[in-house]
């Protein structure tokens, strides 16, 4: 769990960075294909957090589910 956090924070991190290489294209470089690269970059680092995201809801989601399971046999038993 703690390495993904730390992904998720790379990621912020990096499109943080992406947005400013944008506006420091769109003002200072006079081809458009650096803008571009900004704006992928961009975008991978959104998906790439999305994915994250729904990642960790998913396993979060599971371990409740299972803890749930296991309360529920336990109580079975006694």
Known sequence: MKGTFI??????????????GIIYAI????????VWFWVALLGIGFFGLLFSFRTVRRRSGAAAAGARHRAKSKKRRA
Do not use: D, F, K, N
């Open 27 to 34: 003002e200072y470089v006079p081809s458009g294909i650096a």
């Open 7 to 20: 992904m998720q924070g790379l990621r912020l991190i990096g499109m943080v960075l992406a947005v400013a």
